[in-house]
Every structure is written in structure tokens, then in C-alpha cells.
């Protein structure tokens, strides 16, 4: 059983992304290392009739974090409440979830990076002991009292594993990091997830989709459903490469995956600051956009390409962003002579 604990304000999920999730490991695509790991501990973990030792997940968003957490929850046959570290204000919010909490069950946090740090220590002694330190009362007549809470597994999930404190991440016996999705991991995707939106797709147009995603199998969804409505409107019933091309020319996804922010941000750093470096608060007000989304959503994937790079200055643009870009570059080096390449 799955239970979301959100705030009103948020968003829930669109229900036909939500029904393109696998839900058991060997339907699992990709991240084959952590995926292997993963099983291990779960069988471990159940031959000895134990709860799943404190799990972190880390990586850019869209590369499966959720889906794997709600995974491992159904491999492990244990009930998961889902909720996000933002809507975790006061520690009597945290201390209510945590000693709710049947035998074996399962806590979901989304974005655990930025849970406040008085909130945060609720879960030291929960994690490590399974007991809940709380004060009780008033001011001058408070009192400290421990309480036990039932074993249970703790799943976080960030995208800013430098954010969270030392503390918290030494609590957590199982730690994993996503990296972006191969070519060949995101077809496999691409040809599943097709096939349940009855979209008739042949290899090329496959191929093609895979790789403008990103390395990502949350922007290859979105896409296959937006190439979708092109091809509905179009009456078309086999799609190709052609209709792919043209769909995602239409949405200003190029052949890379870049989109119209991508561009806008390293023409920014080329023409406005030189090509760097350049602080990334600098960089958000110059494009209108918040920093959380530049470093989160933007950047890993350019950094990953090759056209930008972090340095502790600010953010350059590399030689080849220069090539992508069409732009002659005032400080050529021999980086200048690489070719671009999709992963």
C-alpha cells in the first residue's frame, strides 16, 4: 500500500506518468550496479526477517529515485508513506510520522536535503535506536522522554548529497547514486512505455526519442506522450523518425536534448560574462530563473556534455559549448578540437 503524505499546495503526479512506472526490480532498466546491490540487500534483509537498513538515493532529478523507493517497498511487501522534507515544518510533525509507523514500514522523503535542521534531529536517535527523544512541556517545566517506535526503513531521496549534514548521512547504511541512463537503457525504456500508450513506434523513431531525453526516463515519458498528441492530431498511425523530428523541433528540443533555457544559458555565460566564470546567483537573475532550477534541472546535464563546468569562481562555458553555439571562441585550446558526442 502506498500512502502520500502532501501538502495541498503540491502537485500530485499526472496518473498516466505515474502508470508508466515499473514496479518490480527485474522490470527495473539501467542502473545495473545499484540494481544489483539493491536486490542483495533486499533478500539479505528478508531471510532475516529484518527491516531494510536506512536507504539515500542521489541524483539529478527524473532518473528514478521515487520509482525505486516504491519498488523496493513492494519487493520488501511493506506499506510506504510518501511525503517531501519541505512540508516537514515543526518536529512534532516528524515525531507524529515516525511513531505511526507499523513494523517494517517504510518512510519516503523527497528532497531530504532540505529538511530543517531541528526537524533533522528527530531522526537521529529514531534511525540509530528506533526511539524518539522529545521534550515535553512548557517553558521551565519541560521534560526530556524517550520513546520506542516500531523498526522501520528510512528512504531519502536528494538531488544535493554537498546540502545534507554529515550527521544524517552517516545514519544511513545503504547509500545509492543515480547517473544519467545510457542510449541503449533509455530505448529499452522508450519501447516499454510505448507500447502501454499504444503508440506504434518503429526502431528509428525510437531511437531518435531516446536520445533528445537527456539521459533522463522522466523527460523520455513526457516526450513520448507530447510526440503522442503530434501524431494524434496528424491521424498518423506508424511513427517515424520524421514525426519525432518534427514534434520536438516544434517543442525547440534539439538533437542533443537541449532545449531553448539550455541555450539561453550558455549563450549568457559566452556573450553577457566572457564565458565565465560566473556565480550562479548572478546567472539566475540573468535569466529570470531560480537558482534551485539551474543547478538541479540545467546544469548536471550541460556538465555532463562537456559544455559548462563548475569551478569554485562560478560556472564557464567550455570549448565546445562555443562549438555547439556557433560561436568563435577568443580563447581557443586544444579541448577545442573535441567532437560532440551523446552518452
Given at each position: 500500500?502506498?500512502?502520500?503524505?502532501?501538502?495541498?499546495?503540491?502537485?500530485?503526479?499526472?496518473?498516466?506518468?505515474?502508470?508508466?512506472?515499473?514496479?518490480?526490480?527485474?522490470?527495473?532498466?539501467?542502473?545495473?550496479?545499484?540494481?544489483?546491490?539493491?536486490?542483495?540487500?533486499?533478500?539479505?534483509?528478508?531471510?532475516?526477517?529484518?527491516?531494510?537498513?536506512h536507504t539515500l538515493l542521489s541524483g539529478p532529478p527524473g532518473l528514478g529515485k521515487t520509482t525505486l523507493s516504491l519498488i523496493i517497498a513492494k519487493e520488501m511487501k511493506a506499506n510506504v508513506r510518501i511525503t517531501s522534507a519541505?512540508?516537514?515544518?515543526?518536529?512534532?510533525?516528524?515525531?507524529?510520522?515516525?511513531?505511526?509507523?507499523?513494523?517494517?514500514?517504510?518512510?519516503?522523503?523527497?528532497?531530504i536535503h532540505r529538511l530543517k535542521p531541528i526537524v533533522e534531529e528527530v531522526l537521529y536517535s529514531a534511525m540509530e535506536d528506533f526511539k524518539l527523544?522529545?521534550?515535553?512541556?512548557g517553558k521551565g517545566s519541560s521534560r526530556a522522554v524517550r520513546i520506542n517506535i516500531a523498526p522501520f526503513t528510512l528512504i531519502g531521496a536528494t538531488t544535493k548529497p554537498g546540502s545534507m549534514t554529515q550527521p544524517l548521512i552517516s545514519r544511513f547504511g545503504i547509500i545509492g547514486r543515480f547517473n544519467f541512463y545510457h542510449h541503449k537503457d533509455l530505448e529499452s525504456i522508450a519501447r516499454r512505455n510505448?507500447?502501454?500508450?499504444?503508440?506504434?513506434?518503429?526502431?528509428?523513431?525510437?531511437?531518435?526519442?531516446?536520445?533528445?531525453?537527456?539521459?533522463?526516463p522522466r523527460i523520455l515519458n513526457r516526450l513520448l506522450r507530447r510526440v503522442r498528441d503530434?501524431?494524434?492530431?496528424?491521424?498518423?498511425s506508424l511513427i517515424n523518425s520524421d514525426l519525432v523530428s518534427y514534434a520536438l523541433g516544434q517543442m525547440q528540443i534539439d538533437e542533443y536534448g537541449l532545449d531553448d533555457m539550455d541555450r539561453r544559458l550558455l549563450q549568457v555565460i559566452i556573450e553577457h560574462f566572457k564565458g565565465g566564470p560566473v556565480g550562479i546567483e548572478t546567472l539566475s537573475t540573468s535569466l529570470s530563473e531560480d537558482s534551485t532550477s539551474l543547478e538541479e534541472v540545467y546544469e548536471p546535464y550541460l556538465i555532463q556534455l562537456g559544455f559548462l563546468k563548475r569551478t569554485r569562481q562560478g560556472r564557464m562555458a567550455t570549448p565546445l559549448s562555443y562549438k555547439y553555439l556557433k560561436i568563435?571562441?577568443?580563447?581557443?585550446?586544444?579541448?577545442?578540437?573535441?567532437?560532440l558526442n551523446l552518452f
Amino acid at each position: 500500500m502506498i500512502e502520500a503524505i502532501f501538502s495541498k499546495e503540491e502537485k500530485q503526479e499526472d496518473k498516466a506518468l505515474y502508470s508508466l512506472r515499473p514496479e518490480l526490480l527485474s522490470d527495473f532498466v539501467g542502473q545495473v550496479s545499484l540494481k544489483k546491490n539493491i536486490h542483495v540487500y533486499i533478500t539479505a534483509a528478508q531471510k532475516r526477517k529484518e527491516a531494510l537498513d536506512h536507504t539515500l538515493l542521489s541524483g539529478p532529478p527524473g532518473l528514478g529515485k521515487t520509482t525505486l523507493s516504491l519498488i523496493i517497498a513492494k519487493e520488501m511487501k511493506a506499506n510506504v508513506r510518501i511525503t517531501s522534507a519541505p512540508t516537514i515544518e515543526r518536529t512534532g510533525d516528524m515525531a507524529a510520522l515516525l511513531s505511526s509507523l507499523r513494523p517494517k514500514e517504510i518512510l519516503f522523503i523527497d528532497e531530504i536535503h532540505r529538511l530543517k535542521p531541528i526537524v533533522e534531529e528527530v531522526l537521529y536517535s529514531a534511525m540509530e535506536d528506533f526511539k524518539l527523544d522529545l521534550n515535553l512541556g512548557g517553558k521551565g517545566s519541560s521534560r526530556a522522554v524517550r520513546i520506542n517506535i516500531a523498526p522501520f526503513t528510512l528512504i531519502g531521496a536528494t538531488t544535493k548529497p554537498g546540502s545534507m549534514t554529515q550527521p544524517l548521512i552517516s545514519r544511513f547504511g545503504i547509500i545509492g547514486r543515480f547517473n544519467f541512463y545510457h542510449h541503449k537503457d533509455l530505448e529499452s525504456i522508450a519501447r516499454r512505455n510505448a507500447a502501454k500508450l499504444k503508440m506504434n513506434m518503429n526502431a528509428t523513431s525510437i531511437s531518435e526519442i531516446s536520445k533528445r531525453s537527456r539521459g533522463t526516463p522522466r523527460i523520455l515519458n513526457r516526450l513520448l506522450r507530447r510526440v503522442r498528441d503530434f501524431a494524434d492530431v496528424q491521424d498518423v498511425s506508424l511513427i517515424n523518425s520524421d514525426l519525432v523530428s518534427y514534434a520536438l523541433g516544434q517543442m525547440q528540443i534539439d538533437e542533443y536534448g537541449l532545449d531553448d533555457m539550455d541555450r539561453r544559458l550558455l549563450q549568457v555565460i559566452i556573450e553577457h560574462f566572457k564565458g565565465g566564470p560566473v556565480g550562479i546567483e548572478t546567472l539566475s537573475t540573468s535569466l529570470s530563473e531560480d537558482s534551485t532550477s539551474l543547478e538541479e534541472v540545467y546544469e548536471p546535464y550541460l556538465i555532463q556534455l562537456g559544455f559548462l563546468k563548475r569551478t569554485r569562481q562560478g560556472r564557464m562555458a567550455t570549448p565546445l559549448s562555443y562549438k555547439y553555439l556557433k560561436i568563435e571562441n577568443p580563447k581557443p585550446s586544444d579541448d577545442d578540437s573535441s567532437s560532440l558526442n551523446l552518452f
